[in-house]
């Protein structure tokens, strides 16, 4: 199945399409509404994943322009925070489910395991009334044409239906002094880079993108590397990619971005935006 993940903050898109991506689902992104309506148009989306808080309009506002394209969309918005007036509006306007912070990666995967469920079964439903349409269709022309009020010659054949795919383009996400390149897995500062592991990039951004407070490495385990393991086993695990990580950003210019709160986990350190 193949979602849209709408969100203007390239951490949070990156840390969110990790997660759906590691259980099996296609992830396609958006970091506006206006993107976002421009992907949607060219069709083979399944599902909208849309942060309320975009930098073009409100989550709301694209959920009325996608659903007035297409009123089996299935849209589930999150927001860090919501009124009384904004979660009625959402429900309003058809969204399948409203995810309001604080909620984990496994939230967002249920919640879009029962929109995708919902889709399936709408999916359905438009093919079995294609099929009695076109049932319907054909025995009105037999019945037409043993009347001999049209030629059996005579026929309209439908355009064939066009998809169009688009590689995802995923802008440079910036960490103060540091610049982050998905696609490539790579840092960057000082006009030099590095390389990292996957568990070593995915980390750095999962810290990133819950910055402010600190992951336990139970959660880092759980969130990054896919699975469940108790908090001393998951020191272990968590330990080396740390120094590693460390390591590589200090050689970019003494970088030191991961902070160690003894006994508890990790955090990301205070971040210059404008570094």
């Given at each position: 199945?193949?979602?849209?993940?709408?969100?203007?903050?390239?951490?949070?898109?990156?840390?969110?399409?990790?997660?759906?991506?590691?259980?099996?689902?296609?992830?396609?992104?958006?970091?506006?509404?206006?993107?976002?309506?421009e992907r949607f148009t060219q069709g083979d989306v399944d599902l909208i994943l849309?942060?309320?808080?975009?930098?073009?309009?409100?989550?709301?506002?694209?959920?009325?322009?996608?659903?007035?394209?297409?009123?089996?969309?299935?849209?589930?918005?999150?927001?860090?925070?919501?009124?009384?007036?904004?979660?009625?509006?959402?429900?309003?306007?058809?969204?399948?489910?409203?995810?309001?912070?604080?909620?984990?990666?496994?939230?967002?995967?249920?919640?879009?395991?029962?929109?995708?469920?919902?889709?399936?079964?709408?999916?359905?439903?438009?093919?079995?009334?294609?099929?009695?349409?076109?049932?319907?269709?054909?025995?009105?022309?037999?019945?037409?044409?043993?009347?001999?009020?049209?030629?059996?010659?005579?026929?309209?054949?439908?355009?064939?239906?066009?998809?169009?795919?688009?590689?995802?383009?995923?802008?440079?996400?910036?960490?103060?002094?540091?610049?982050?390149?998905?696609?490539?897995?790579?840092?960057?500062?000082?006009?030099?880079?590095?390389?990292?592991?996957?568990?070593?990039?995915?980390?750095?951004?999962?810290?990133?993108?819950?910055?402010?407070?600190?992951?336990?490495?139970?959660?880092?385990?759980?969130?990054?590397?896919?699975?469940?393991?108790?908090?001393?086993?998951?020191?272990?695990?968590?330990?080396?990619?740390?120094?590693?990580?460390?390591?590589?950003?200090?050689a970019l210019g003494d970088i030191d971005l991961i902070v160690n709160v003894r006994?508890?986990?990790?955090?990301?350190?205070?971040?210059?935006?404008?570094?």
């Amino acid at each position: 199945m193949r979602l849209l993940l709408v969100d203007g903050d390239g951490v949070s898109r990156y840390t969110v399409s990790k997660a759906l991506q590691r259980v099996g689902y296609m992830v396609c992104e958006a970091g506006s509404g206006h993107a976002a309506l421009e992907r949607f148009t060219q069709g083979d989306v399944d599902l909208i994943l849309s942060e309320i808080d975009l930098p073009d309009m409100s989550g709301i506002a694209l959920l009325q322009a996608i659903r007035s394209r297409s009123q089996d969309s299935i849209v589930i918005l999150m927001a860090d925070s919501v009124s009384v007036e904004t979660a009625v509006d959402a429900l309003r306007f058809g969204a399948r489910d409203l995810l309001v912070k604080p909620y984990s990666s496994e939230d967002i995967r249920d919640s879009v395991e029962r929109g995708i469920a919902t889709a399936r079964s709408l999916r359905r439903r438009r093919r079995l009334l294609d099929t009695i349409e076109r049932t319907v269709a054909d025995l009105a022309r037999e019945v037409a044409v043993a009347a001999g009020e049209i030629d059996a010659a005579d026929s309209e054949s439908a355009p064939a239906p066009r998809g169009a795919s688009a590689a995802a383009h995923r802008n440079v996400i910036k960490l103060g002094p540091l610049s982050v390149l998905p696609g490539k897995y790579q840092i960057e500062a000082g006009g030099q880079s590095a390389s990292l592991t996957p568990t070593e990039f995915d980390m750095l951004l999962y810290l990133a993108a819950h910055r402010g407070r600190v992951a336990s490495c139970h959660e880092l385990v759980r969130e990054v590397r896919g699975y469940a393991t108790d908090e001393e086993e998951a020191r272990e695990v968590i330990r080396p990619h740390v120094s590693n990580l460390r390591r590589k950003l200090k050689a970019l210019g003494d970088i030191d971005l991961i902070v160690n709160v003894r006994g508890v986990g990790y955090r990301l350190a205070e971040i210059d935006e404008h570094g």
